[in-house]
């Protein structure tokens, strides 16, 4: 691998603070003293974007850290309450979506059928015969946040899983981090479409201008994969991402394709095209389907990530829509 590509594997520095909040965590982080933070409250409702910022920096610490924070504070008892308050307030939030969705299942197969007629903006439709270059740059930009790591927050439940879940699961993971050639890495593919386009590939590059949605949806992606009691939503938000990406994969790699951006970043797309087509199978059927196997009582769960991953996607998509200043939205299910 060239030596440009250790910049997406390292730390990075802390992103600018959104409200007071995500300002004492930094503060905290900087100077190791989190203690302050132990009788801090939870922001108030109406401060989202402070909030999903926090949450977010004290998810890194499990993941790659910060540079210059020192990596003990990740099982800090100050941080991992103010963690523990903040996931709490979302989770909650997205139990309540869910029961206002009224989507019910009897099985995991019924994946199939939420993602088919779940109806919500397609940002890849749009993508694939509208959007400018520059809408897909700031796109792929945000999209940067996840796929810089892509697949690492499913990775914290592989070994909370029985053996026939666990064995399908490293399948998908083993392409999803290349099949054993860290050049075809997803995350390092994707790394390489954004350096062919101009833009940062540095981890957390783009982190100051992410828009809330999509720090939301990393968050969700966090709380579902550290909480071994969450599996169930962890598996079934995995199962709809893979059965609602191979399609959106194809018009988004087309529509880039029309506005001549260059190969390295279609070639993730394209990419997608086939890998997920599989990965759908494996996820819905043999994933979920050997999870509920073992714990039946974990269907509930396994739905509401299902229904909270489409979900994700129209809040970002909507969000682009409203930015955008788009009047109708190209409508279908799509978490590509
Ligand atoms: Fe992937
Ligand atoms: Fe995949």
Same mark, same amino acid.
């Given at each position: 691998?060239?030596?440009?590509?250790?910049?997406?594997?390292?730390?990075?520095? %802390?992103?600018?603070?959104?409200g007071?909040?995500s300002?004492?965590?930094?503060?905290?982080?900087?100077?190791?003293?989190?203690?302050?933070?132990?009788?801090r409250p939870?922001?108030?409702?109406?401060?989202?974007?402070d909030? %999903?910022?926090?949450?977010?920096?004290l998810?890194?610490?499990?993941?790659?850290?910060?540079?210059?924070?020192?990596?003990?504070?990740?099982?800090?008892?100050? *941080?991992?309450?103010?963690?523990r308050?903040l996931?709490?307030?979302?989770?909650?939030?997205?139990?309540?979506?869910?029961?206002?969705?009224?989507?019910r299942a009897?099985?995991?197969?019924?994946?199939?059928?939420?993602?088919?007629?779940?109806?919500?903006?397609?940002l890849a439709s749009?993508?694939h015969?509208?959007?400018?270059?520059?809408?897909?740059?700031?796109?792929l930009?945000?999209r940067?946040?996840?796929?810089?790591?892509?697949s690492?927050?499913?990775s914290w439940?592989?070994?909370? *899983?029985?053996?026939?879940?666990?064995?399908?699961?490293?399948?998908?993971?083993?392409?999803?981090?290349g099949?054993g050639?860290?050049?075809r890495?997803?995350?390092?593919?994707?790394?390489l479409?954004?350096?062919?386009?101009?833009l940062?590939?540095?981890?957390?590059?783009y982190l100051p201008?992410?828009?809330?949605e999509v720090?939301?949806?990393?968050?969700? %992606?966090?709380?579902?994969?550290?909480h071994?009691?969450?599996?169930?939503?962890? *598996?079934?938000?995995?199962?709809?991402?893979?059965?609602?990406?191979?399609?959106?994969?194809?018009?988004l790699a087309?529509?880039? /394709?029309r506005?001549d951006?260059?190969?390295?970043?279609?070639h993730?797309?394209r990419?997608?095209?086939?890998? /997920?087509?599989?990965?759908e199978q494996?996820?819905?059927r043999?994933i979920?389907?050997?999870?509920l196997?073992?714990?039946p009582?974990?269907?509930?769960d396994?739905?509401?990530?299902?229904?909270t991953c489409?979900?994700?996607?129209?809040?970002?998509?909507?969000?682009?829509?409203?930015?955008?200043?788009?009047?109708?939205a190209?409508s279908?299910a799509?978490?590509?």
């Amino acid at each position: 691998m060239p030596a440009r590509d250790a910049g997406y594997c390292g730390g990075m520095q %802390m992103p600018p603070p959104r409200g007071t909040l995500s300002q004492r965590v930094r503060d905290a982080l900087a100077d190791s003293s989190t203690r302050p933070l132990a009788s801090r409250p939870a922001p108030a409702a109406d401060d989202h974007a402070d909030a %999903m910022l926090s949450l977010w920096m004290l998810h890194e610490l499990h993941y790659r850290g910060f540079d210059g924070v020192d990596e003990r504070l990740e099982w800090d008892p100050a *941080l991992l309450g103010l963690r523990r308050r903040l996931e709490d307030d979302l989770e909650q939030d997205l139990r309540a979506r869910f029961a206002r969705s009224g989507v019910r299942a009897e099985s995991a197969e019924e994946i199939f059928r939420i993602a088919e007629e779940h109806e919500g903006p397609s940002l890849a439709s749009y993508v694939h015969r509208h959007a400018t270059r520059e809408q897909v740059l700031e796109l792929l930009k945000a999209r940067s946040v996840y796929h810089l790591k892509e697949s690492d927050p499913v990775s914290w439940v592989i070994p909370r *899983l029985g053996p026939v879940a666990k064995a399908a699961l490293m399948e998908l993971q083993y392409d999803e981090y290349g099949g054993g050639d860290p050049r075809r890495l997803h995350a390092h593919l994707f790394a390489l479409g954004l350096e062919a386009c101009g833009l940062d590939a540095e981890y957390g590059a783009y982190l100051p201008e992410t828009p809330t949605e999509v720090l939301e949806q990393n968050n969700v %992606m966090s709380l579902f994969g550290l909480h071994r009691r969450l599996r169930g939503a962890a *598996l079934g938000h995995l199962a709809a991402f893979e059965a609602t990406s191979s399609l959106p994969s194809r018009r988004l790699a087309q529509g880039m /394709d029309r506005l001549d951006m260059p190969a390295e970043i279609q070639h993730y797309y394209r990419e997608h095209v086939e890998a /997920d087509a599989v990965h759908e199978q494996l996820a819905v059927r043999t994933i979920c389907g050997a999870l509920l196997a073992e714990s039946p009582g974990l269907l509930d769960d396994v739905i509401l990530g299902a229904w909270t991953c489409l979900d994700q996607e129209d809040r970002i998509a909507q969000h682009f829509w409203d930015r955008w200043g788009l009047a109708a939205a190209p409508s279908s299910a799509g978490a590509a």
